[in-house]
């Protein structure tokens, strides 16, 4: 299987047939299994084998085609599926620290992942040290020998700044410290995080894997020993296991998601040619523009600018929202990775909660919206976005 490319292992990978030889992969929807003899309940219990399962939350059929399919996706030895991506985010955090471990985080964080790190794992006796993800001086500064674990997402949300997989790596790995890494905004398309340096990979799934808005989902890829010797037993043990619906769904995602976000970021990268210069913009956020800060770190991180982006424009909220308003193809939402384009307004969303002075820092306003392009025609994207600029 492995030597197989990317796309054919996203449609057959993993796969497992029942005696009926189903072409679609079957959702095993049940909670538990059952045993021929009381011996082989006794014997199942005490080594459970590869496809062996003995109860939902440990482990179940659909769900592993899932794992594996990832698994040979982000060239990972091995994966554990999780029922949302903060659930492969806090289970891979706590399956892998104790009090008194040192933890140096990237401070531009998913809100939901800043809350972990900040008010969840310090009341477990774990110190978090959170540096700009952008500056490795800042990183070499922050690790300490008793450093345990290094975080951060590898592009930023809503600047979308590039943070840099193998300098850290290296950073971290001179102390000995795990590297874990929200890939998120990456994609796994894009992702050679591994081969870069990271340990263990998360995604939410309910981003691009799913990429048609219907379930949360998340999966925490890594080394065999880790996963199934850590990950495992905090996971099913503590009840964050993804449901084999959740899993089936996830399954029909990963068979085209190699054709979406292609597609998507080549209407990414339409949309911001486009809009590169107009009079109503100020900016305008593209990893794959020449004029991002961080395009060369994209291009050798990445090979590619990815599927968001996003613009700032020069009258504040009332011109965001006018935007906004005006849109017709691009919904409003919250979302991203989905099939539909969507427009988010971050400032009075998805980071309403943090303070102007916050916003600030992480260097974003009132005026910025952030866009997460879909797999719709990429001329109706760009007629959308320049009518809708016409309104402001
Ligand atoms: C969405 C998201 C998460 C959380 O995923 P859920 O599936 O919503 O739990 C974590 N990190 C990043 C970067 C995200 O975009």
Redesign the pocket.
């Known amino acids: 299987m492995t030597k197989r490319g990317k796309r054919t292992n996203l449609v057959h990978g993993g796969t497992k047939r029942s005696q009926w030889g189903e072409v679609s992969e079957a959702i095993f929807l049940t909670q538990g299994f059952v045993y021929d003899t009381a011996e082989a309940a006794e014997a199942r219990f005490i080594k459970t084998g590869p496809d062996e399962y003995i109860y939902g939350r440990y482990g179940n059929p659909t769900v592993a085609m899932f794992e594996e399919r990832m698994a040979l996706l982000e060239g990972a030895e091995d994966a554990f599926a999780t029922a949302?991506?903060?659930?492969a985010?806090s289970g891979a955090l706590s399956a892998l620290l104790k009090a008194g471990d040192h933890v140096v985080s990237a401070r531009a964080l998913?809100g939901?992942?800043l809350y972990v790190l900040q008010e969840i794992l310090p009341r477990f006796g774990v110190e978090v040290t959170f540096v700009d993800g952008g500056d490795l001086d800042a990183w070499r500064a922050a690790v300490r020998p008793e450093t345990t674990l290094v975080f951060f997402?590898s592009m930023s949300?809503p600047t979308l700044e590039l943070v840099d997989i193998e300098a850290i790596s290296a950073i971290a790995h001179a102390v000995g410290a795990w590297v874990v890494v929200?890939n998120?905004?990456s994609t796994p398309i894009y992702s050679k995080a591994i081969e870069q340096g990271a340990d263990i990979v998360v995604y939410?799934?309910?981003?691009h894997i799913d990429g048609q808005g219907r379930t949360?989902?998340?999966v925490i890829l890594g080394p065999r020993d880790i996963i199934r010797g850590k990950i495992e037993p905090y996971m099913k043990h503590t009840g964050g296991s993804m449901s084999p619906f959740t899993a089936w769904v996830m399954l029909k995602g990963l068979e085209t998601i190699d054709l979406r976000v292609r597609a998507q970021t080549a209407g990414a990268k339409a949309i911001a040619e486009a809009v590169d210069g107009h009079a109503k913009i100020q900016r305008v956020i593209y990893p794959g523009l020449a004029s991002h800060p961080d395009y060369a770190l994209a291009q050798r991180q990445m090979g590619a600018g990815g599927t968001m982006l996003s613009i700032v424009l020069g009258g504040g909220k009332a011109a965001a929202f006018r935007f906004l308003n005006a849109l017709q193809v691009f919904v409003i939402s919250n979302n991203?990775g989905d099939a539909k384009s969507i427009a988010t307004h971050p400032a009075t969303t998805t980071h309403q909660r943090l303070t102007p002075e916050q916003r600030a820092a992480m260097g974003f306003g009132d005026g910025l919206v952030r866009l997460s392009v879909g797999i719709e025609d990429p001329d109706d994207l760009v007629a959308d976005i320049l009518a809708a600029l016409d309104a402001v």
């Open positions: 949302s991506g903060m659930a985010v998913f939901s992942c997402e949300n929200d998120v905004f939410s799934a309910t981003k949360l989902g998340g991203l």
